[in-house]
């Protein structure tokens, strides 16, 4: 990966974590946070590694209080972000019977703003960027999540309560890359180049993805093996992509072949919408809750099922399309449901 493309990910990333007050660019809060759950513990905590220098990896457990062993779901937050992302998605997947594990990634998280809070400027946000923008950060952060299983299934907190043969793995924006490459993207400059991918993911869940920068599509994903939803909306951008149109963040949707594939296109929605941000000074737009109950259903009926075996689950993706008709559109491709939805092929896949 060169500097320029390696910049212009991580930029991408940031602009929606960490967004300037100009004009073009709302300033995003988180959204209004979810009511705290009576069937589900919140447990905070941290990680250290010795065999990466002492590396610390903070995190946020959501456990059902319910006794039992439940399936397993890591998540990766954008840059810029914390282990506090996406909240509402996140704890309605707990109160849906999951363990949720939602990680911080230092050297791309919020110490990269030094205390300074939000950039005021797009020049700041390029600033702020500065720090993170390199390979060193990067493959650390893509490290981050095989330490952490391992310290999950050690963990008195957690182990007890986890099903380490079923886990899946999302993430949004720069953590939707984090998600693609956990289950086979190659990393440019990684050798060998899937070096970080992670058997132990059964399943993914990609909010906001991209195309690979600076690679060809179907070489870049020719490894992913792996079921997999991805979302997005007709708004989703940011000040530094290099997507030419929102659409085109359906590539990695396109290009993975080999496993079943489901991807939503949400009218209007924008990049917030899934990392839990709202601009506005924190309110919500009035397309935010529909669109919020669709990512949360959706989301739970897909980890239902490939993470619980769960048939009438598996039955309903079949139908995404129509039932996502009239909010957006829906697209699957699984030899289980028949043909492919079309779509139109995007730039290196046509």
């Not at 779901?73 to 914390?82: E, Q, T």
């Not at 599509?217 to 989703?236: C, I, N, Q, R, W």
């Not at 924190?282 to 935010?288: F, H, S, V």
Request: charged content about 20%.
């Amino acid at each position: 990966m060169t500097r320029r493309l390696a910049t212009s990910l991580v930029l991408a990333a940031l602009a929606a974590a960490v967004p300037a007050a100009a004009p073009q660019v709302a300033v995003a809060q988180q959204a209004a946070a979810a009511a705290p759950s009576a069937t589900v513990d919140i447990v905070y905590g941290e990680w250290t590694d010795p065999a990466r220098g002492g590396r610390v990896v903070p995190f946020k457990a959501y456990v059902p209080k319910a006794p039992g062993r439940y399936p397993l779901v890591v998540h990766s937050h954008g840059l810029g972000g914390s282990r506090e992302a996406s909240v509402y998605i996140l704890q309605a997947v707990a109160d849906a019977g999951f363990v949720v594990v939602c990680l911080q990634h230092a050297g791309s998280d919020t110490g990269i703003l030094a205390g300074r809070g939000r950039p005021a400027t797009l020049e700041g946000v390029v600033s702020a960027g500065g720090v993170a923008i390199n390979q060193q950060v990067a493959q650390a952060r893509y490290g981050d999540l095989p330490f952490a299983l391992d310290q999950i299934g050690k963990d008195p907190r957690l182990a007890d309560r986890v099903d380490m043969g079923r886990i899946g793995m999302s993430g949004h924006s720069y953590g939707a890359l984090s998600t693609l490459v956990a289950v086979g993207q190659r990393v440019l400059g990684a050798s060998p180049p899937t070096k970080f991918a992670e058997p132990r993911i059964k399943a993914a869940i990609a909010y906001s993805p991209n195309k690979p920068r600076g690679d060809d599509p179907k070489a870049a994903f020719a490894a992913v093996k792996t079921p997999m939803l991805h979302f997005t909306g007709t708004a989703d951008v940011t000040p530094f992509d290099l997507e030419k149109t929102p659409f085109e963040r359906t590539t990695p949707y396109q290009a993975i072949d080999g496993a079943d594939q489901f991807l939503i296109v949400l009218d209007g929605a924008d990049h917030g919408l899934f990392g839990g941000r709202r601009g506005t000074g924190g309110a919500l737009k009035p397309t935010d809750p529909p669109q919020m109950e669709i990512v949360k259903a959706e989301t739970i009926r897909f980890w239902r099922a490939y993470l619980k075996d769960d048939k009438a689950a598996a039955k309903a993706l079949c139908d995404l399309p129509a039932r996502i008709k009239g909010a957006g559109d829906g697209y699957e491709k699984a030899k289980r449901c028949g043909a492919p939805t079309p779509i139109a092929p995007v730039d290196g896949l046509r």
